[in-house]
């Protein structure tokens, strides 16, 4: 695949992604991504797969481009695309990812309390994150657009 084709197909999805449905919805559903490891059931865990395969996909390019979660999804792209925009965003992903395997291994064992912990404190550093991006996305666009 060349440099080009992946650039057009992160665009593809990142342009969808945007819409506010497509990223509240994922964003509300992060506590589903353990359900597999508490239940330990593979149906749960191809009902998730699935679920997270086709969210970003799901709703058309948003209409307009002007609301939080559609600014933050495309200045990920733009993050993603040049990471000196903002590189202590590459800590703070670091920290959501732990969070999130420390929630997965607490849900592994049945630790509810840990699970709810780890699961929160993940959900609102994305506010965060996603408030950073969001500023990174307001930065590229000229005056008149926003």
């Known amino acids: 695949m060349t440099t080009e084709t992946i650039a ?5 999805l990142f342009a969808r992604h945007a819409h506010p449905l497509s990223a509240w919805s994922r964003w509300a559903t992060t506590p589903v991504l353990l359900v597999p490891l508490w239940t330990r059931s593979t149906v749960a865990a191809g009902a998730t797969a699935a679920w ?3 969210n970003p996909v799901m709703t058309p390019p ?3 481009q002007d609301a939080f979660a559609t600014r933050a999804m495309l200045g990920e792209e733009l993050w993603a ?4 925009r903002d590189p202590g965003m590459g800590r703070v992903n ?12 607490a849900a592994w064992k049945h630790r509810c309390g840990v699970v709810a912990v780890c699961v929160t404190a993940n959900m609102a550093l994305t506010m965060y994150s996603w ?3 969001a500023a990174i996305r307001d930065a590229e666009r000229p005056r008149s657009l926003r």
């Not at 057009?8 to 593809?12: D, G, K, V």
């Not at 695309?81 to 000196?84: M, Y």
């Open 81 to 84: 695309t040049d990471r000196s």
């Open 52 to 54: 997270f395969a086709v």
């Open 94 to 105: 670091a920290v959501g990812s732990a969070l999130l395997g420390l929630g997965a291994v």
């Open 131 to 133: 408030s950073r991006y």
């Open 62 to 64: 948003p209409g307009r």
């Open 8 to 12: 057009s197909l992160r665009r593809a």
